[in-house]
Every structure is written in structure tokens, then in C-alpha cells.
């Protein structure tokens, strides 16, 4: 069985209105028509080899689905041609890293760091702590090649962690990948450590907290207010606050008197310790 031109096929045939398809629906797809017998991983194994041929036809999405999190892949044909990144912007943020990186025992235990890419300095300047930890800092920018397959990159080091911290912004919130990365680490870690960015001194907590949509600032009252960002894990957070696993953290100093606020406050504790205990 070709495989490959199966693969082909199945996303040239697909409508320009709904171009994109997952590796569990292409499998299913070709099983049912096929009576194949294929798996998951044998479909994204090929959709990646197709993808880094020279002249592929086959495209992943910059996004993942909105249903499920998942990947998403398309022929160019309904989705046009792939664009490649310029080179003098791959894997920038490492730069930021390689002094820290270098001093790291090769026996290293490391770090996930869940965060939005929009957030590029507050990682930056979190993996350079963790770093002096003693702890390497695994961030999607310095480890995930252009053309790696991102599910299986994200969860080989979500299984070779032995810490996770989820940075939470609004951007965060806002993030499919950041909540699919949040969601899974409760699967995998005795413990999670939740870095609340404290910039607008606690807003963004109680909007969590109040189920507000936290993804944008509050604009004044007669401004339109922002439309709800999708993908926001707002509510995963505030269900996991009294969990046993969480440990929380806060990105600086919160100084807002909302009584509200003071359990969180309390419960805090700093990103060192947190990591060492």
C-alpha cells in the first residue's frame, strides 16, 4: 500500500472551504476507504517525511485545531505554498540561553516552560533563572526545528521533564498550544507550578477568578469591549488553584488590597523554591 500517495490524495481532495484535516482523520479516512489498518503514528510519520521533501505538496498548519488541539495538515493546492521563516530567525531566543545552557551538567533535570511565544521576554528572563537553578530550561523556540513534528517534539519533553511551569499571561490564556501543554502536565507531573504575570497588579487573576474573560485588558466602560480570544484555559486554571499538585508563583509583586487576592498571595511562593522543593 502506498502510503504516501494516500496521504496525497486524500488532502488534494479535500474543499478550499475546510482545507485542513489531523493525522487521526487522514488515518481514519484511509482505513475506512482502504480497509487499511493504519495508526496514528504511522500517519504522522509519513505527513512529516512529505512535509520535508523538497518540492512537498503537503503543508501543516501554523495552528492547531480548535476542537482538539491537534495538529492540522493540508495540500498546497487548497492551502498555498509553505512559507519558510528567514533563517536569521530561527531559534533566536537561544542565544538568550547559551551562556546559562553551557555551565549545565550534562545530568541536568529540566524544565518545561509553557508559555505563549508572544511572551518571548518574560521566558527569556525565567529560563535564565531556572538555568542558575542547576535546571536546563526546555522552551518550544530553542528546541522544536523548523519542520520537527511539534505534537511529538512537545510531548517527548513533557515525558523527559522533571519539572513543569506554565507561564500565565493574557497571551498564555489566549493560547490553544500553552492550555493543550497545561492540560497534559496535570497527566504527567506530581507537581505543576503555575507563574502568574503580576504586571497589572493582580487584574488578571481575578478575572480568573471571577470568569471573566481574561485574555484582554478591561477597556473603560463605553469602549467596545474585545471579543473572547479562543482557546482560553481560564477555567482549567481556576479549577486547578486548590488542586493538590499546584504550586503557585507570582512574576513580581501584587500590590492590589482586593481581599480576594490574599489566599493567592499567601500561597505563594518564589520560583526557587518552588522548583527545589
Not at 216 to 232: H, M, T, V
Amino acid at each position: 500500500m502506498d502510503v504516501d500517495r494516500l496521504i496525497v490524495n486524500t488532502l488534494q481532495h479535500l474543499s478550499k472551504e475546510r482545507p485542513w484535516m489531523t493525522a487521526r482523520g487522514i488515518k481514519l479516512r484511509i482505513n475506512r476507504l482502504y480497509r487499511a489498518d493504519l495508526t496514528i503514528d504511522d500517519i504522522s510519520d509519513e505527513l512529516v517525511a512529505l512535509e520535508s521533501l523538497e518540492e512537498s505538496k503537503i503543508r501543516r498548519s501554523k495552528f492547531p485545531s480548535k476542537k482538539t488541539l491537534e495538529e492540522l495538515w493540508g495540500h498546497v493546492t487548497n492551502v498555498g505554498e509553505k512559507e519558510v521563516p528567514p533563517s536569521d530567525k530561527t531559534n533566536h531566543v537561544d542565544l538568550f540561553f547559551e551562556d546559562e545552557i553551557a555551565k549545565l551538567d550534562i545530568e541536568a533535570p529540566m524544565c518545561f516552560l509553557s508559555h505563549s511565544h508572544k511572551d518571548e521576554e518574560a521566558v527569556v528572563r525565567v529560563g535564565k533563572e531556572v538555568a542558575g537553578l542547576g535546571i536546563y530550561p526546555w522552551t518550544a523556540e530553542t528546541e522544536i526545528a523548523f519542520g520537527d513534528h511539534i505534537n511529538n517534539s512537545i510531548r517527548e519533553a513533557l515525558e523527559k521533564s522533571k519539572y513543569f511551569v506554565v507561564l500565565i499571561s493574557r497571551n498564555a490564556l489566549a493560547s490553544r498550544w500553552t492550555g493543550k501543554e497545561f492540560i497534559g502536565a496535570y497527566m504527567r507531573f506530581d507537581k505543576v507550578i503555575l507563574l502568574f504575570d503580576t504586571s497589572d497588579n493582580g487584574q488578571m487573576i481575578l478575572d480568573i477568578l471571577d470568569n471573566r474573560d481574561s485574555t484582554e485588558p478591561k477597556f473603560a466602560p463605553d469602549q467596545p469591549q474585545p471579543p473572547k480570544a479562543e482557546g482560553q484555559f481560564a477555567p482549567q486554571i481556576r479549577e486547578k488553584l486548590a488542586d493538590a499538585k499546584t504550586v503557585i508563583c507570582l512574576d513580581g509583586e501584587i500590590t492590589n488590597p482586593d481581599e480576594r487576592l490574599k489566599p493567592i498571595k499567601a500561597s505563594a511562593v518564589p520560583l526557587a523554591k518552588a522548583l527545589k522543593s
